[in-house]
């Protein structure tokens, strides 16, 4: 199965991917964590790609094309994928579309998750993030147990360096103009898609998503039945070391 999460940043892809991996058992390709990674690098590319981010900008399209192909030809890729953050721009969208084409493989389902820009610049601006296994707390809403130190590894939390007002402002701009008409672009092609709000809470999000995706088939008792059964802190781990 390969699932696009579509949606501007601080809409919550990265905060349901992992419950997304535990149900559908494919792992997230998380572009950002990726490149940030990457970005880590003290090399030309290592610093390119660090600008563009630092910037709220989009790294160019080849290299992002060139990282996703790789991955799905990958025997990590190869049952399927989420999609987190990618596509970002039409001609990447377009790209996606031709490159499981040549493979005989479809898109089986775009998410679109969406919320207001107040909602989004607050949940941006509040979080922290475990530089280790990149688990997000939101110091507003589900701030950490312990005095800024990730609940499950101990280390201390940073906040992502594109999480400040100005980033944020230019990366919703960019958001709106280049990533926003992705949806419109798949809806044109007839690939099934679902849209869920999630200003509110994370569980009613949740069961909001689960819903939908009852509502279109797309899952069935069985797997549902399935992935309540494994243990929540379990796979939530599994999701997230696959983000990494
Ligand atoms: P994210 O963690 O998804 O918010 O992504 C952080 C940053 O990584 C973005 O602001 C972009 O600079 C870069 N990035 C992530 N995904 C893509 C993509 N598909 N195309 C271009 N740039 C991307």
Redesign the pocket.
């Known amino acids: 199965m390969y699932l696009v999460l579509l949606g501007p ?2 809409a919550g ?2 905060t349901y991917s992992p419950t997304l991996t535990a149900l559908f058992k494919i792992p997230v390709l ?7 990674n990457e970005a880590k690098c003290d090399t030309k590319l290592g610093r390119k ?1 660090e600008n ?2 630092k ?7 080849n ?2 094309i060139e990282i ?1 192909s790789n991955i799905i030809d990958s025997e990590e890729g190869e049952g399927g994928v989420i999609f ?6 039409i001609n ?1 969208a377009e790209k996606l579309l031709e490159i499981l084409k040549q493979r005989d493989l479809v898109i089986d389902l775009v998410l679109d998750i969406f919320s207001n820009d107040k909602t989004i610049t607050d949940r941006l601006s509040s979080r922290w993030v475990c530089p280790y296994c990149g688990r997000a707390y939101n110091m507003m809403t589900a701030p950490p147990k312990k005095n800024m130190r990730c609940d499950f590894d101990d280390t201390p939390l940073i906040q ?1 360096e ?1 999480d400040n007002p100005n ?1 944020i402002r230019r ?1 919703l701009k ?1 958001y709106k103009e280049q ?1 926003k008409p992705i949806l419109d672009f798949y809806i044109a092609k007839s690939i099934p898609y679902i849209r869920v709000d999630s200003t509110g809470t994370i569980k009613k999000c949740w069961e909001k998503i689960l819903n939908s995706l009852f509502e279109i088939n797309i899952i069935d008792k069985k797997t549902y039945d399935s992935y309540k059964n494994t243990e929540t802190d379990r796979i939530h781990k599994a999701g997230r070391e696959n983000r990494r």
């Open positions: 940043p601080g892809k990265g998380s572009l950002g964590d990726i490149l940030r790609i563009y981010i910037t709220g900008e989009l790294v160019p399209d290299l992002i996703v987190d953050g990618f596509p970002r721009t990447q992502r594109d980033v990366r960019v990533s």
